[in-house]
Every structure is written in C-alpha cells, then in structure tokens.
C-alpha cells in the first residue's frame, strides 16, 4: 500500500508541474504563486479540520512536532514552490520533471548521511531505479532525428553582443550614431537576451528524416 501511494503521489507532483506551466500562460507567475500558496494552506486546513471531527481520541498539541511542521512548510512549500515555479519557466514543465523525479534519491542520502538511516537492498535497488529512468529521459535522440533548444546559449550570446557593443561606443560615437541609436541596440539586446534565459523565446535546431 504504502509503494502505491508514493507512486501515486509522483504522479501527483508530475501532473502539478504541467498543469502549473499551464497556468503560466494564461497568470503572472507572482500571482500564481500567492494563489498557489493560498491552496496549500486552505487545503491543510481543511484537512486538519476534518481529521480533528473524525478523531476518535483527545487531540494532543505537541509544540515541538508544530515547530518541525511549520518548518517543513516554509522549506517545502514556499521555497520549495517558488524554486518549482522559476524552474518550470526557465527548462520547461518536461526538464523539471525529470530533476523533480530525483527528489526520492535525495531524500534517500539525506536520511542515510543525517539522520543515520539504513540503507538497505531495497532502497538502493529503488535509488538506481530512479537514476536509470533519469538516464533514459535524458538521452539524445536516436537515428539523427533531434529537437535541441539552444536559448540558453543565445542568451549568453547576446550578453556577449551587448558586451562589445558597450565596449565599442566610442567608436559608434565618432561614426555618428546618436543616444537614441545606441539605447535602442542596448534595449534590444537586452529584452532579447532575457527572454532567452527565462525559457519565453527560444531558437532550435531541428533535424528530419524523410520516411522510410
């Protein structure tokens, strides 16, 4: 039972992911984020709600069991959401998948470095299970077909272009190019630039094979 609802629960997270760049198309990633935020917290108060009604024993509140949750909930939920959010929109909802998916072989060496959990047969069987299927969706096409983004790249391309551009202005001046020459090529190159790193705009490189 317990495999079923861990499985279950990736699944979970897996979906979050898309449905969330999805969101992205349509919100501003600070007021997805704050609804977001809101969910988490209305939805475990709910929760708590219902649990306490259905209890068949006395609640006992534990301070320091509070404390750790609490915690937990600042890491997890909002770093944790808003470190989600900005990597879905720089590699993608497919690329922050496949590093989310490799959160249970973190846990896993975390447990065992900090906490002194053992590891035995099973969890490591479980850790190369997860570092394999990583490998797989991470491998490069096969038979000369591709789809490579390279926007990253471009971006640092055009860092460079702005650079040398900005180094080169008192060259620009003596050909006679005025102020507002010069702020427009900085302002293209920059907002091209950013859209690049941030994942918004992007230039690939597409190979294709003519059917057999």
Same mark, same amino acid.
């Given at each position: ?7 279950? %629960? ?8 898309f449905l /969330?760049? =999805? ?7 600070e ?12 939805? *475990? ?10 209890r068949? *024993?006395?609640?006992?509140? $534990? +301070? ?6 609490a915690?937990?909930g ?5 770093f &944790? ?5 900005? !990597?879905?929109?720089?590699? &993608?909802?497919?690329? *922050?998948? #496949?590093?989310?998916? @490799? @959160?249970? #072989? /973190?846990?896993?060496?975390?447990? +065992? ?6 590891? =035995?047969?099973?969890?490591l069987?479980?850790? %190369?299970? #997860?570092? #394999?299927?990583? +490998? *797989? !969706? $991470? ?9 490579? =983004?390279?926007?990253?790249s471009?971006?640092? !391309?055009?860092?460079?272009?702005? %650079? ?5 202005l008192?060259?620009?001046r003596?050909? &006679?190019?005025? $102020? ?9 190159? @920059? ?8 994942g918004?705009?992007?230039v690939? $490189? ?5 059917a057999a």
């Amino acid at each position: 039972m317990g495999i079923t609802l861990a499985l279950l %629960a990736m699944l979970c997270f897996a979906a979050n992911i898309f449905l /969330v760049r =999805g969101a992205m198309a349509r919100m501003s990633i600070e007021w997805g984020f704050l609804v977001m935020l809101a969910v988490n917290v209305l939805f *475990t108060a709910v929760a708590w709600a219902l649990e306490l009604h259905l209890r068949g *024993t006395q609640f006992a509140f $534990q +301070w320091k069991g509070a404390a750790w949750f609490a915690l937990s909930g600042v890491v997890g939920i909002f770093f &944790g959401r808003r470190m989600l959010l900005d !990597t879905i929109r720089t590699l &993608g909802p497919a690329r *922050t998948s #496949v590093l989310h998916s @490799s @959160s249970p #072989v /973190v846990t896993l060496i975390a447990a +065992w470095v900090l906490v002194g959990e053992r590891l =035995g047969a099973y969890e490591l069987a479980l850790m %190369a299970l #997860v570092i #394999v299927g990583l +490998w *797989t !969706t $991470q491998a490069p096409a096969r038979g000369g077909l591709g789809d490579e =983004g390279h926007g990253r790249s471009y971006a640092r !391309t055009l860092a460079a272009w702005r %650079a040398n551009f900005d180094a080169a202005l008192p060259r620009i001046r003596e050909l &006679g190019f005025d $102020q507002r020459f010069i702020r427009m090529w900085q302002y293209y190159l @920059s907002y091209c630039g950013g859209g690049f790193a941030a994942g918004r705009t992007d230039v690939r $490189q597409i190979a294709l094979a003519r059917a057999a």
